[in-house]
């Protein structure tokens, strides 16, 4: 028998109490102020959200319109599946196919946006030092964990982005109908002429970066857990870190809304949502 | 007298029906059952989206079809998996080199960022497909990314992407075979803003054996 303090409610008590303070290497800084690595220029009092996501895990917030997203793939080898919805009205959604038809583009870089459903900019990526991202192949699931790693339930160790993305979903009020067509972060994958997937996992530098700006309310999810394309045997995964702090609303003179016609009207389609 | 549209279709012809041009349709599909679509006048896109006949919440997924068979194109062969990784549909045949699952739905909204605001009363697929799954209970919430049958979207070098003068001819088709019990849902699309129809809404015949 081990030396227990917890046989009764107060020792139970000072036992609990006596982790505070435990610090390990993912975990949300609480307040978001308090974080020690602000983006440059960022002011502790604009943070909104600071956190390291392990491999494996997932995350989720809301951020008010004009909020900047910042991740960071700390070690190089993240993948962080991301689906945002408009946290009003979460109908209204990310929309890969519409993201990729609407800008003519099958890569996402720096100057694009994020379209949701109802044709309007959900998202910018302002900044983006990865050049590999992914819009074709989506989340994991727990058969092709299953199938690669032996396991890939949510109570096990090598859990897959679907089911991570799930449980983000339901803390929410959101369910398995939700969780739609996903990008896929720091993981890149081109078309060939033929139509094949050409997966490029790296290996990649640490510290590798996209930022995002709201362009409306949003509701944003991600789980950072492997590729599903991804070959290796081992789970392989690195911890990706968060930072969003409060930012302008886009004004009508931004390089970015005023890029592309086609931006451009999803712009004014966003703006006129919020003319109320 | 024989049918070239219906012939080497297994079993029993259980619907034969014309989708008229613009509208929707659905129908269930029971496991072995053959879909057979058929692109009569050549060049009509015909998007398409499958759910569980039981459990709705899982539907066919675009993303780990393509993940699955590593390629973004649709061909005989390939098999359609649903969002938790399941085989709901199997191309078991086909008469036109590809068909596209990354280009989706047209929509109203989309419409206004592609073309402008003065199409934004045209009737889109997305309205179609929201008319069909409302009579199932389903809603927006319910929207993925879809098949477009006989619909060309190739991808260029440098990441272009769009949809392009089709391949597909009249009296062309693919047979779908159903790996589960799915409720099949079409909306022919009446997009005129771009060639997917060649800028001419046409009807498709759609038939259901086995």
């Known amino acids: 028998m081990t030396d227990s303090n917890t046989a009764d409610p107060y020792g139970a008590r000072a036992h609990a109490r006596a982790m505070a303070g435990t610090r390990v290497p993912a975990m949300p800084t609480v307040p978001a102020t308090d974080a020690t690595d602000l983006p440059a220029g960022v002011a502790p009092e604009a943070m909104l959200w600071a956190e390291t996501v392990a491999p494996g895990g997932y995350a989720a917030k809301e951020l008010r319109r004009g909020a900047r997203l910042r991740l960071t793939d700390l070690d190089g080898d993240a993948c962080v599946s991301m689906l945002v919805f408009n946290a009003e009205r979460p109908s209204e959604r990310l929309n890969i196919a519409d993201t990729v038809k609407v800008q003519w583009s099958a890569y996402l870089g720096a100057g694009q946006l994020l379209l949701s459903d109802m044709g309007r900019a959900l998202m910018s990526l302002l900044e983006d030092s990865a050049g590999a991202h992914d819009t074709f192949c989506g989340a994991s699931n727990e058969r092709s964990n299953a199938r690669k790693y032996g396991d890939g339930s949510n109570w096990g160790i090598r859990p897959n982005a679907r089911d991570r993305l799930i449980l983000a979903a339901a803390k929410f009020g959101l369910g398995r109908r939700d969780v739609h067509p996903c990008i896929n972060w720091f993981k890149g994958v081109r078309i060939a002429e033929d139509g094949t997937t050409l997966l490029n996992r790296g290996p990649f ?7 995002l700006r709201a362009e409306m309310d949003l509701l944003v999810l991600l789980a950072n857990c492997p590729h599903v394309l991804d070959e290796r045997a081992a789970y392989s995964i690195t911890p990706v870190r968060i930072a969003a702090w409060r930012g302008r609303v886009t004004t009508d003179d931004d390089a970015v809304r005023n890029a592309t016609p086609e931006g451009l009207r999803a712009f004014l389609n966003t703006e006129d949502y919020f003319r109320r | 007298m024989s049918d070239p549209a219906i012939d080497g279709l297994p079993g029993r012809i259980v619907l034969d029906e014309i989708v008229a041009a613009r509208a929707p349709w659905d129908h269930a599909l029971r496991t072995g059952q053959v879909l057979r679509i058929i ?5 009509q896109a015909v998007d398409f989206l ?37 085989a709901m549909a199997t191309i078991v045949s086909t008469t036109v080199a590809r068909h596209d699952t990354i280009g989706g739905a047209c929509s109203c909204e989309s419409n206004t960022l ?11 697929c997305v309205e179609n497909f929201l008319q069909s799954n409302a ?9 993925v990314s879809n098949i477009n049958w006989f619909m060309n979207v190739p991808v260029e070098a440098d990441g272009a992407l769009g949809i392009v003068d089709g391949i597909s001819a009249p ?5 779908l075979r159903a790996d589960m019990d799915l409720t099949a849902v079409i909306s022919n699309c009446p997009q005129i803003n771009n060639p997917c129809n060649g800028f001419n809404p046409t009807p498709v015949r759609v038939v259901i054996a086995g």
């Open chain 1, 205 to 211: 530098a640490p510290g590798r970066q996209v930022t």
């Open chain 2, 39 to 43: 692109d009569l006048e050549g060049n």
């Open chain 2, 50 to 86: 499958m759910y569980g006949l039981t459990d709705d919440a899982e539907r066919y997924s675009a993303q780990d079809t393509i993940a699955a068979q590593r390629n973004v194109f649709l061909k005989a062969g390939t098999v359609l998996l649903s969002n938790e990784g399941r």
């Open chain 2, 114 to 124: 592609r073309y402008g605001h003065h199409t934004k009363a045209q009737h889109a």
């Open chain 2, 135 to 143: 009579r199932h209970g389903r809603g927006k919430r319910d929207m």
């Open chain 2, 171 to 175: 009296g062309l088709w693919v047979d």
